[in-house]
């Protein structure tokens, strides 16, 4: 503890942070509602299961010692440098040394009178104080990072009071221009667009249903018209309290992914992943599927915590190809170390291909950095808070901070997007700096809510739910990050669906490189005074470096990169281009497919007694479900044929032959095993087809890193 009785310290991953203790609050791990039982009507909600009180300085004690009587109170906490909130909860993340017991384990759980909740590997675990701790999560922090000789690391199991990152317009227009180029508006910049339409056509789909896009957000309306096809979702899933409840658990209930007015979810949704049906209306990657995850919220505030995210990156790891998350905050987005640490084990190694997972992450509508220190004050808030007594928007002034801080920053996998306007400039409220990835179109409107004829821009066409204006199913107006990151996330599904094969980062690294840079670097005015705020002198973002958006050579590989708009609004048409120019790209050689065929003719006899095999119908227990399997067997093939044929593969110094996959629309067939031996071949594959297409693959063959596409007199 520090001098000052309210002056503390604790550590946040790793790194002591210095703290204040609030003289006129405390939190209770209750909702509201309870208190109401004990006289406390007026509690603020801050997590699922907990509420903030605040009162007068002389009541404080009091009220803390009645409350106690029903559920586990503490004080509240602020950062000292930035007055922002530090929501300590009862549980604690603790790290042991590679050398301790499980025995050991057991005993420390003891010594601190603490409860096992969460075992993440044989070092992790969560655990829950008691009344038996006997002090509180900020002090027993410190204990046992200065004097705990089991424990490597400790930390807090945060409350985050994030919010959604969408900025509605007025605009009613329902024409979906950030995914072509056909509209005719005034505020409409074909820059602007992300050119999904032509990539839909260089593709020969929408997307393929072996793609699935995870959300993170306030739930997501399984039933929307917009999402009515079977399989659809690939999976959900909604928190209670602590637990996340998936769709596979018994008593799992799909209707609870929505709760009433929170639509905010199925709008990044339908951004994602809306069908193509002739009805309402189309996301970037209509033909892949969804899975959403629903986190407990309250108007736009989410609550989320460490373990809750544990909790999603666990159920979700082997399941998504992206996941998209449109929330955070300001000025600084720090989470524990066992979450980045999972994160970036998972953008390398995770998802449904086990290629990685890529982390979408909004970057945010505050105008301010993500990642910088600066010598002045900066703006993070709008100014302005809702007065529910009067039921209007009061001015109240901005907060600023000099110090912007976000953990995820710099990992690879994870890439934070921007909010580019219909007319190609920046979105005024858009954060940006260190940290932007790239940036995709969406809304406009100003920070702080003020130069309306000059901040312009049209809203994104999307799916919604019904609101207080009545049933709706379609909005003109979503917008913010929040809107142009699901659709960095449709699009980079549309990559996938071009070339499996692709990493997380490599995917990553082809948006990038192929973002479109042709934008209008023009800003905007600082913002004017008004009768209620006549001193403006506090508007200064962008602050410098970041206030010129001029793409720069920072020595990226991916090209260069704006403080603005990171690498480039994103194209899908030059990222599908490009996806397709990787999976079918063929090294200089002397061997031409033509003359290869021409030249070996059992090549041509070889496939002719291949594809009367390509009915499979034979199905392998230890191939995954929807799977079939075939063993083609050719032993046809004189002592010359097969004379020529190893004599081509031994002189071209391969060491096999082995089929690649080959994927007209959503077709694909893979190799399982192969065996070449003298006078025989053995071809085990692996199919799987869409029947709505009824086409065969298409045969081709792999010697190392050469693709040979057969003719169509070889089949």
């Not at 070889?606 to 009915?615: D, G, N, P, R, S």
Request: proline content about 6%; overall charge negative.
């Amino acid at each position: 503890m520090m001098s000052n009785s309210n002056e503390y310290y604790t550590y946040r991953a790793g790194q002591k942070i210095n703290l204040v203790k609030r003289t006129d609050q405390f939190v209770v791990r209750t909702v509201p509602e309870m208190l109401t039982e004990i006289g406390i009507s007026d509690a603020q909600q801050v997590s699922s299961a907990s509420s903030r009180i605040t009162c007068r300085t002389a009541d404080l004690e009091r009220l803390m010692s009645q409350s106690r009587h029903l559920a586990p109170t503490h004080h509240a906490y602020q950062i000292a440098e930035t007055n922002q909130d530090f929501l300590i909860t009862d549980r604690i993340f603790v790290r042991f040394h590679e050398s301790t017991t499980p025995e050991q384990i057991d005993d420390f759980a003891g010594r601190y009178g603490l409860l096992k909740k969460n075992v993440y590997s044989g070092r992790d675990y969560l655990f829950q104080l008691t009344n038996h701790t006997g002090i509180n999560p900020v002090k027993l922090v410190v204990k046992l990072t200065e004097e705990e000789d089991l424990v490597e690391m400790v930390d807090h199991d945060m409350n985050y009071i994030v919010q959604v990152c969408s900025h509605p317009t007025d605009t009613h227009y329902i024409d979906q221009w950030h995914l072509h180029k056909r509209l005719t508006h005034p505020e409409f910049d074909p820059r602007s667009s992300s050119q999904c339409e032509a990539s839909w056509e260089l593709l020969g789909s929408h997307g393929s249903l072996d793609v699935v896009i995870g959300v993170t957000d306030d739930g997501c309306k399984l039933d929307h018209h917009d999402f009515d096809s079977p399989g659809k979702f690939a999976g959900w899933g909604y928190f209670v309290g602590s637990q996340l409840v998936k769709n596979t658990d018994i008593g799992a209930d799909p209707t609870r992914m929505y709760q009433e007015k929170a639509n905010h979810g199925t709008s990044c949704a339908g951004v994602i992943a809306a069908e193509v049906d002739a009805v309402l209306t189309v996301g970037a990657a209509p033909g892949c599927r969804l899975f959403p995850i629903k986190w407990e919220s309250r108007g736009p505030i989410l609550y989320i915590s460490d373990s809750k995210i544990m909790h999603v990156l666990d159920f979700i790891a082997d399941k998504v190809d992206i996941l998209s998350n449109s929330w955070g905050g300001a000025p600084e987005n720090k989470y524990g170390p066992i979450v980045t640490e999972r994160i970036s084990e998972l953008a390398r190694t995770g998802g449904r291909r086990g290629k990685g997972i890529i982390f979408l992450w909004a970057a945010g509508n505050a105008n301010c950095p993500i990642q910088h220190t600066t010598s002045v004050k900066v703006p993070y808030t709008p100014g302005w808070d809702w007065d529910p007594i009067a039921s209007v928007s009061v001015w109240v002034g901005v907060k600023t901070a000099r110090h912007f801080k976000n953990d995820l920053v710099g990992i690879p996998g994870v890439m934070h997007v921007a909010a580019l306007a219909s007319n190609a400039r920046r979105s005024h409220y858009s954060n940006y700096g260190t940290g932007i990835g790239i940036c995709a179109p969406s809304s406009n409107s100003h920070a702080y809510w003020r130069l309306p004829s000059t901040v312009k821009g049209l809203g994104i066409t999307t799916t919604t739910g019904p609101t207080d204006e009545g049933p709706a199913i379609v909005t003109g107006g979503f917008g913010g990050t929040s809107s142009a990151t699901p659709l960095v996330a449709g699009i980079a599904a549309l990559v996938i669906s071009a070339n499996p094969e692709l990493t997380a980062l490599e995917v990553i690294s082809i948006l990038k490189r192929t973002a479109s840079k042709d934008l209008s670097l023009e800003g905007y005015p600082r913002t004017p005074p008004a009768i209620f705020d006549p001193d403006t002198s506090w508007d200064v973002s962008p602050v410098a470096p970041f206030d010129k958006g001029d793409f720069i050579d920072t020595g990226d590989p991916d090209g260069t990169w704006s403080p603005w708009f990171g690498h480039g609004r994103v194209d899908a048409r030059a990222a599908v281009e490009e996806a397709l120019r990787l999976r079918s790209s063929v090294p200089i050689s002397t061997v031409n497919y033509n003359s290869w065929i021409d030249e070996i003719t059992i090549k041509n006899k070889h496939i002719k007694h291949v594809k009367t095999e390509y009915e499979f119908d034979n199905p392998v227990s230890s191939i995954p479900s929807g799977w079939s399997t075939s063993v083609i067997t050719d032993t046809n093939l004189t002592d010359k044929q097969w004379e020529d044929l190893n004599n081509f593969i031994k002189n071209s110094g391969f060491e096999n032959l082995e089929s690649a996959y080959g994927a007209p629309e959503n077709m694909r067939y893979y190799p399982y095993s192969l065996t070449i031996g003298w006078g025989e071949v053995k071809k085990e594959v692996l199919y799987r087809s869409n029947p709505s297409y009824g086409k065969p693959p298409e045969a081709f063959w792999k010697v190392k890193d050469y693709l040979l596409k057969l003719s169509e007199d070889s089949r």
